[in-house]
Every structure is written in structure tokens, then in C-alpha cells.
């Protein structure tokens, strides 16, 4: 005679199925949150450069040069001016290694 319901293995199958589907979406979950994490730093590092280069702005042609070199946001940025021309200079702006810069601004003043 036949018994109605579940047997012993169907449960632990069941209950394994269940587990793993939940480890998943938790696995995800985190995996969301770091690069939740990740977006904001670079945000802040895009936010301070774009600043950074808005007080450029302010600085005369003959003085940028003395920008060269300059660092902010506790030494992660730095700034570089180069002489294109007698008129024209590049203004440069990254934040992390200059070979591999996280977040990078370029942009030319003229006299």
C-alpha cells in the first residue's frame, strides 16, 4: 500500500534545489553591492577632477605652467601642462598612475 505525500529524498532534493538557488541571488546580491561601491569611488574621482578643472579655468595663460606638476585629492590626482605652442598649452588631469589613469580629463588653453 502506497503512502500519500513526499519521501525523505524528495525533501532533501527539494530543500538542495532551494539552497542553491538562494546562494545564487545572495552570490549576486553582493556582487551588485562591489560594483555599487566601484561606481560611486569613480564618480567621486570624476567629481573632483571636473572641479579641479573648473579652477583651471580661473588660472592665466602665462601662469598655468606653474600648475605643472600640482597634485590634489591627497596625491591620487595629478596635473600636467605642456607647451604646445608659443599660444596654445595642453592641460592634463588623472587621478591613479599616470600610465594607467582611472579617471582621465584632457582638454587645450590658448593666449
Known amino acids: 500500500m502506497r503512502q500519500s505525500g513526499f519521501s525523505l529524498l524528495e525533501i532533501i532534493l527539494a ?3 532551494l539552497v542553491m538557488a538562494v546562494c545564487g541571488l545572495v552570490q549576486g546580491i553582493i556582487a ?3 560594483f555599487m561601491d566601484v561606481l560611486d569611488r569613480r564618480g567621486e574621482k570624476i567629481s573632483e577632477s571636473i ?13 598655468l605652467g606653474g600648475l605643472d606638476g600640482s597634485t590634489f585629492w591627497d596625491g591620487r590626482g ?3 601642462i605642456v607647451p604646445v605652442s608659443a599660444t596654445l598649452q595642453k592641460i ?6 599616470e600610465s594607467k589613469p582611472e579617471v582621465y580629463f584632457e582638454t587645450l588653453s590658448a593666449n
Open 92 to 97: 592634463m588631469i588623472w587621478v591613479g598612475e
Open 51 to 63: 572641479k579641479i578643472m573648473e579652477q583651471i579655468k580661473s588660472v592665466s595663460f602665462e601662469a
Open 32 to 34: 551588485a553591492g562591489r
Open 15 to 17: 530543500v538542495g534545489l
Open 78 to 80: 595629478k596635473i600636467k
